[in-house]
């Protein structure tokens, strides 16, 4: 099929880069005219395991174009997906759609032969109908038909997820819309992902309500962590307990710091503002937003505590920074805030981060980018281990640090606090 992908951030272009390799004709649109010189030249645009390999080898094939000429490529398509960014408005929850209306607003003087118009952005619910209104007139001839197909892919796990999904869920109410992406979507549905045909305004909830699920479970488990603390339980054996029955399931019971990415803050508040505009108080997703924006807080609390509220000069590491491992993005990371007030209080921070400098601390006057674990960890008082990489999962501490007397915050519970002990290691974990 010919299939016209509008906007190539993490979503636009990770599905257009996979539906190019099962064999699609894929043209990847974006106004930003550099960005498409650079995927022009086969320089991938964000941190994605994977992701050039398979770009590259269908571009060569022919069957991947970056393009900015959104007629041509419209013109060219049966299928239309709208991938473009709906973050949070200022000063508000809701999501701004004036991205996904202004292509809206293009195709409508684009379109002339029928083309299925899919949003795979997250938008809220009744975004769909929106965009018919706007398209009415083709509507009427039986040019359009408007679908919401959203996209559970992780950064990081991208092409993974997006390969094997573990449904895929086709929001529409026309025959002939969903017995088309049906099969664009076989060759994932019959590797035993389950399909889901549901009404479109059911599949744009559907989106806010696993991310919201999913950001609950996290804050679930991580104001439990709080409780093991002074119970003197550890979290992980809880999240294994709980976990073990499928009823819950094992998957995000890892507490750690507050949530952080392009999506589950932002997703998370606009679903509270639909609730709003329905009428309808979403007192849990409240409570999760308020619960996580307390947490940032909560563990710079600990961080004083464990060096006995003196922070002033204190030799500060931060291994990781970014929201999570194997992607470079920085998306209300909470080693921001953290970072930010450490900065403040005058303490001395190094970071190593895998995915490299980052420009949210270029300025920050105590704050420097090492490029290396040994560099950032010599003569610390304090490391912080605040993302999960690989690379930091096996470290000899003392060999590091190399001196006597430094402390090891593991804000992602990746050593044993009893190995620890055994080293003569001043360890502290969360929820343990
Ligand atoms: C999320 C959803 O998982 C994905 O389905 C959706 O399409 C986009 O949003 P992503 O933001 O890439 O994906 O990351 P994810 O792996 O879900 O992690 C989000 C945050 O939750 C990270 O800060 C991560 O560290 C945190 N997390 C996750 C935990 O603290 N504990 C867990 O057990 C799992």
Redesign the pocket.
């Known amino acids: 099929m010919k299939l016209c992908m509008i906007g190539t951030g993490y979503v636009g272009l990770v599905s257009g880069v996979c539906f190019s390799d099962l064999g699609n004709t894929v043209y990847c649109v974006d106004k930003d005219i550099n960005k498409i010189n650079s995927l022009n030249k086969g320089v991938v645009p964000i941190y994605e395991p994977g992701l050039e390999e398979i770009l590259k080898k269908n571009y060569k094939q022919k069957r991947l174009f970056f393009t900015s000429n959104l007629k041509k490529a419209v013109q060219n398509s049966d299928i239309i997906f709208i991938c473009v960014g709906t973050p949070t408005k200022k000063n508000s929850n809701s999501a701004d759609l004036k991205y996904v209306f202004n292509v809206v607003n293009e195709l409508k003087k684009l379109i002339s032969s029928y083309k299925i118009i899919v949003t795979k952005s997250t938008v809220p619910v009744t975004t769909g109908d929106k965009i018919e209104k706007i398209l009415n007139n083709l509507r009427k001839k039986k040019l359009i038909d408007v679908v919401s197909n959203p996209?559970?892919?992780?950064?990081?796990e991208a092409i993974r997820d997006f390969t094997y999904p573990d449904r895929v869920i086709i929001g529409t109410e026309s025959r002939k819309a969903n017995k088309i992406l049906k099969s664009l979507y076989m060759p994932i549905i019959k590797k035993s992902s389950r399909y889901f045909n549901t009404s479109r305004r059911g599949a744009e909830l559907i989106k806010y309500a696993?991310?919201s699920f999913?950001a609950t479970k996290?804050s679930f488990i991580n104001e439990l962590a709080n409780l093991c603390e002074k119970s003197g339980v550890d979290v992980k054996d809880v999240s294994l307990g709980m976990g073990s029955d499928q009823r819950i399931g094992d998957r995000?019971?890892?507490a750690?710091p507050a949530?952080?990415?392009?999506?589950?803050p932002k997703d998370t508040r606009a679903l509270i503002d639909i609730g709003n505009k329905f009428k309808t108080d979403l007192s849990i997703v409240k409570s999760v937003v308020a619960s996580n924006n307390a947490r940032k807080t909560l563990l710079l609390e600990r961080v004083k505590s464990i060096l006995n509220n003196k922070l002033k000069n204190k030799k500060i590491t931060f291994l990781g920074v970014t929201?999570?491992p194997n992607t470079d993005d920085m998306r209300e990371a909470s080693s921001i805030p953290m970072i930010n007030y450490l900065n403040k209080k005058n303490c001395k921070i190094n970071y190593y981060d895998p995915s490299g400098e980052k420009i949210e601390f270029k300025n920050l006057k105590n704050v420097k980018f090492s490029t290396s674990i040994t560099s950032a960890c010599l003569n610390a008082d304090l490391i912080i281990l605040h993302t999960e990489w690989n690379d930091f999962k096996l470290l000899n501490f003392k060999k590091l640090i190399n001196k006597s007397n430094f402390k090891i915050f593991d804000m992602r519970n990746l050593y044993d606090p009893l190995k620890m002990k055994k080293l003569n290691i001043k360890y502290f974990g969360i929820g343990r």
């Open positions: 996209e559970f892919l992780r950064e990081g696993s991310n999913l996290i995000f019971l890892r750690g949530y952080g990415g392009s999506c589950f929201f999570k």
